[in-house]
């Protein structure tokens, strides 16, 4: 009896939930190294994952959490390792700590002013994710905290070790975000650093993908990223409207495959977006973004669809178009570069919550 007592206090304090995301569908994009691609996708809004989430009661308004999520193709079945996964404690009164493999605050605080970090999802990342506000990478070895709500203000920063012996520097990140939330105002901002970016596989972050000559990409390593950014979104009844802006410069590039030094990169990022509950089943976003630097510019728009079958399915369509500049890759989130100054991806998907 005594036992049994225990056991339901137990669970009484603790809790575990598990939960995850399907999304996959089919898509068609025009120009995939000169020739049209028909594919099927895996989370053209988000990324499929599975996950495990926890809290332990320690009284007093203070809880042990956890969280362990992991990515994977639903059309390929492969593994990814694209979610975070992190142990910490959070206090009512104090805000948060965690330790783990984490977004950084661009994710946290300026993503959410954007179409990519809120309804719209991955196929309307800025040219190459350069700002991250799609989330393409999380921090290794991080250390993160975030404050309870003042009056509708919240800050954090996060700070992600090197792990290398005699190289604190090398490959290292922190960043530093805030937000304020007022009735249907909505703002954020949020300042990246990174110092040896890719420089050490056991690092904060792997090598970025930037543009070079010939309408190319490739992978690099920077000796520094400095990104920063800041939007706001107001809703009007069931429109909301937003703009974001972001700079991303990265400096001291060697290309990761050849070892040969690289041009700086940069890019600033203008993006316009509204989202419209048109029905209670049925929701419209879009949005336009210019990108320009290093001579190089990026015109971006796309437009999505999604309407509710249930509380936890839904299905969508969306498209997506870029056009570059003469010599610029033209290439949209993750697709391979077109031959050309331009890319249109038309799509359809569902996805499935759980």
């Given at each position: 009896m005594a036992l049994a007592a225990l056991t339901t206090n137990a669970q009484a304090q603790s809790s575990v939930t598990m939960y995850g995301e399907l999304d996959t569908?089919?898509?068609w994009l025009n120009n995939v190294g000169g020739h049209a691609q028909y594919k099927a996708t895996s989370g053209l809004i988000d990324g499929s994952f599975w996950a495990l989430q926890g809290s332990e009661d320690l009284g007093g308004g203070n809880k042990a959490i956890f969280m362990l999520e992991r990515g994977f193709s639903i059309a390929a079945g492969e593994q990814f390792d694209d979610h975070p996964s992190y142990v910490g404690l959070s206090s009512d009164?104090?805000?948060?700590?965690?330790?783990?493999?984490?977004?950084?605050?661009?994710?946290?605080?300026?993503?959410?002013?954007t179409l990519t970090g809120g309804a719209g999802g991955t196929a309307f990342a800025h040219p190459f994710d350069n700002d991250n506000a799609n989330n393409s990478y999380l921090a290794r070895n991080s250390v993160k905290y975030t404050s309870p709500s003042f009056g509708g203000l919240t800050v954090g920063g996060m700070y992600a070790l090197s792990n290398?012996?005699?190289?604190?520097?090398?490959?290292?990140?922190?960043?530093?975000?805030?937000?304020?939330?007022?009735?249907?105002?909505?703002?954020?901002?949020?300042?990246?650093?990174?110092?040896?970016?890719?420089?050490?596989?056991?690092?904060?972050?792997?090598?970025?993908?930037?543009?070079?000559?010939?309408?190319?990409?490739f992978d690099a390593f920077a000796q520094t990223q400095n990104t920063y950014g800041a939007g706001a979104n107001y809703a009007i009844g069931d429109l909301t409207l937003g703009a974001a802006w972001s700079r991303s410069t990265f400096s001291g590039l060697v290309d990761a495959d050849t070892g040969n030094p690289a041009p700086s990169a940069q890019f600033n990022n203008y993006e316009v977006n509204a989202q419209y509950q048109l029905m209670p089943t049925l929701s419209l976003a879009g949005m336009y973004n210019y990108t320009n630097g290093s001579n190089q510019h990026w015109h971006q728009a796309g437009l999505q669809a999604a309407y509710l079958?249930?509380?936890?399915?839904?299905?969508?369509?969306?498209?997506?178009?870029?056009?570059?500049?003469?010599?610029a890759p033209a290439v949209i989130n993750s697709a391979e570069p077109s031959s050309g100054r331009n890319q249109l991806l038309i799509c359809a998907g569902i996805r499935h919550r759980f």
């Open positions: 569908g089919l898509a009164a104090w805000g948060t700590v965690t330790l783990g493999h984490q977004y950084d605050s661009v994710h946290d605080f300026f993503a959410p002013v290398a012996a005699g190289q604190f520097a090398n490959n290292r990140a922190y960043s530093l975000g805030i937000s304020y939330q007022n009735g249907p105002f909505n703002a954020g901002a949020a300042w990246l650093q990174a110092s040896g970016r890719g420089a050490t596989s056991s690092g904060a972050y792997d090598a970025v993908i930037v543009p070079g000559g010939a309408r190319r990409t079958l249930s509380t936890r399915t839904d299905a969508y369509v969306e498209t997506v178009y870029q056009r570059a500049s003469t010599d």
